[in-house]
């Protein structure tokens, strides 16, 4: 049996002497897919819950926060996303992440929770 990873890709880039190749990693749609069933998750999507797919930009940057290392909810996402903000290793606004849709970052127990269970204008409160 073989496996095939629907992710790589091959590029070359040529670097003026010889070429060099660089692996991509590059999701492909695939095609048994469905779309995500929200059904059991209680609230309406988009309205009680924000629903992102991937970190959006918004104007959350580490270098704004009270203290370094720490991790802060982004309340512009409705505190779906949240930062870990640190010493630079994954650049200077450290690692993005984004809670489970549904799910919301939770400020004072620093984890992901029930939009319900979450106050998200309460999160820069609890910035330490």
């Not at 897919?33 to 209680?42: F, H, I």
């Not at 959006?56 to 996303?81: D, K, R």
Request: hydrophobic content about 30%; some cysteine; charged content about 15%.
């Amino acid at each position: 049996m073989t496996h095939r990873c629907p992710f790589q890709k091959r590029q070359v880039i040529y670097s003026g002497h010889a070429p060099l190749a660089v692996q991509q990693f590059v999701q492909r749609p695939r095609q048994h897919e469905k779309g995500q069933d929200l059904s059991k998750v209680p609230g309406r999507p988009g309205v009680d819950y924000p629903i992102f797919h991937s970190v959006p930009e918004t104007s959350f940057h580490c270098g704004n926060v009270p203290a370094v290392p720490g991790i802060y909810a982004n309340v512009e996402t409705g505190c779906q996303a949240y930062h870990i903000c640190h010493d630079g290793r994954e650049g200077h606004q450290g690692a993005s992440f984004l809670c489970a849709n549904g799910t919301l970052f939770n400020q004072h127990e620093f984890t992901c929770d029930w939009w319900y269970n979450v106050n998200c204008a309460e999160a820069p409160a609890l910035y330490r």
